[in-house]
């Protein structure tokens, strides 16, 4: 595998990186689990300033931590610098929360005095994708390093600059030798390592295949695993939408990143009362787009990531048209030899076009026409992905009872998907298992050791059974 970084807007190889030597992991591995075996009794609080400084870190150093992003990926400037600041908030909520989140917990039981404590697991293994190279990176490690589990961590191949500035800025935060560590792995010692023994966790954000090839080999030597995958998610346009807000939210949720968004809408599921104000004002915003240097603040839309990603999504594109879709809108093609993929428009897609329930990972919107709100609700579900989501009604009473019937981890009614430290991230069938951020993300990666204890024995207890009544 070659750890290079390609700029996506001019084709430059900027640089070619080695993978990790065996010798390297070794040592990596062996410095993590050194490192767990001392924070194992070590307090929470012995952590927290770290997570401070970085978050600190990260506000001082905004702008030059963004560039590197838009170099790696080419995501607009304005949204890397958005990232590196949300990344800050992740670690200062851990910094404020993980102690409480970590109390020991009470008992009530008759077996004695009963409680539930929550120790480091052990060593992490964290497989991160390139859409997101800091916030994916600080949603595992913040967390996790707080309650004291080393990572190791494999990147994206095409972001490899990222996931240095990211390992050094948790270095420079004072973080102990071993906290965290990138590795440069190929597929097969990315399986090398998942399956050592000292490695007792694998969190993995990326496609689904790669999380089918990480999770088999976590199943295999039985690693604690989570899975952050792909999706199709569904933006409903209820009968009663208030559409100004509608056509004010519909493009961002389509074009943020250029498309490039687990989490971003990738069908628009619209009433017939609403469908042609929606492709009209669809058509509006993704004509007006201006595709140029993402450090440009004019530029509206970045290129993708790479050329492999850009044709993969053409060759999506012509599958469902192939497969009897209409292109309702194609941007006019751009003088411009950077890999931007031009906004589209795709309608009738129907249930036995191939494209049918495929994600599509770029600036490609999917617009189905429903009779009422249940049926966008059955075209919603009908997916093997369920992750998040948005609806629009009339009223947020209403929209919530429309969401709640939605199988996906995640819907935001009237309103714009948001990533806030707080807000607890994942999904279900296709699109993983398993929590990132707010409490339940601290939990993802504990033993929850019960630790019951009394004076002397209780006089009914027999064979470890505490028994109602004396023989």
Known sequence: MAYQTTNPYTNEVVKTYADATPEYVEESLAKAQ????????DPVATRIPVLRKLAQLFRDETDSLAKVLTIDMGKLFVEAQGEVLLCAQIAEYYADHAEEFLQPRTINTIAGDAQIEDHPLGVLMAVEPWNFPYYQMMRIF????????????????????????????????GAPDGALT?????????????????????????????????????GKYLKKNTMELGGTDAFIVAHDANMADVTAIAPRARLYNAGQVC????????????????????????????????MDPATTLAPMNSK???????????????????????????????????PTILTDITKDNPAYGKEMFGPVAQVYKVKDDAEAVALANDSDYGLGGIVFAGSAEYGAELASQVETGMVFVNTFFSSLPELEFGGVKKSGFG?????????????????????????????????????
Request: charged residues 25%; glycine residues 8%.
């Open 308 to 342: 492999k990603a850009k044709e993969h999504l053409q060759a999506q594109v012509d599958m469902a048209l192939d497969g009897g879709a209409t292109a309702y809108y194609v941007h006019e093609p751009i003088d411009d030899e950077g890999q931007f993929f031009m």
């Open 435 to 471: 929590r990132e951020l707010g409490q339940t993300g601290i939990s993802s990666f504990v033993n929850q050791e019960l630790v019951v204890k009394r004076e002397r024995p209780n006089e009914n207890e027999f064979g470890g059974l505490v028994l109602p009544h004396k023989f």
């Open 34 to 41: 050194a490192l767990y075996k001392k924070w194992r009794n």
């Open 263 to 294: 989490t971003s809408s990738k069908r628009f599921i619209v009433t017939e009362n609403n469908y042609d104000e929606l492709l009209a004002a669809l058509k509006d915003a993704f004509s007006s787009v201006k595709m140029g240097d993402p």
């Open 182 to 218: 990138n590795l440069f792995l190929s597929y097969d010692q990315v399986s090398q390592v998942v399956a050592d023994k000292r490695v007792q966790g694998v969190a993995l954000t990326g496609s689904e295949r790669g999380g089918v090839a990480v999770a088999e080999v976590a």
């Open 142 to 173: 913040a967390p996790n390093f707080a309650v004291g589990d080393p990572i190791v961590f494999k990147h994206a191949a095409i972001t490899p600059a990222s996931a240095l500035a990211f390992e050094d800025a948790v270095r420079r935060a």
